[in-house]
């Protein structure tokens, strides 16, 4: 079993950047992939960001391409998602989620944490 807790949210304006965590405990994040989708209301969950269990690969959705990076810090046991450049419609509730494969889909990843809000202000 992995937990997963996630922090870092908060209230940012348009343009300005954010780092979402992602604290793991139970087993080492250097055997999961880890990814990161988000919830807005009223939408479905959507895809953002995974990186390999080996932190070598990573994707992005196209709408975060080049603004958002995803990373992790085995040694901690940590994700991250850096926000940079946010917009308005980065707002959504952030989840991070492990598995075993490197993946956009929901379904493909086993543990999920209770996620963070992320609010953005134009």
């Known amino acids: 079993q992995v937990q997963l807790v996630e922090s870092g949210g908060g209230l940012v304006q348009a343009g300005g950047s954010l780092r979402v965590s992602c604290a793991a405990t139970?087993?080492?994040?250097?055997?999961?992939?880890v990814g990161w989708f988000r919830q807005a209301p009223g939408k479905d969950r959507e895809f953002v960001a995974a990186?390999?269990?080996?932190?070598?690969?990573?994707y992005y959705a196209d709408s975060v391409k080049g603004r958002f990076t995803i990373s992790k810090d085995t040694a901690w046991n940590m994700g991250y998602l850096q926000m940079d450049s946010l917009k308005p419609d980065d707002t959504a509730v952030y989840y991070c989620?492990?598995?075993?494969?490197?993946?956009?889909?929901?379904?493909?990843?086993?543990?999920w944490g209770q996620g963070t809000q992320v609010t953005v202000t134009s």
């Open positions: 989620a492990a598995g075993r494969a490197l993946s956009s889909l929901a379904q493909s990843y086993e543990y």
């Open positions: 139970g087993r080492a994040l250097s055997n999961y992939a």
């Open positions: 990186i390999g269990w080996s932190a070598d690969s990573t």
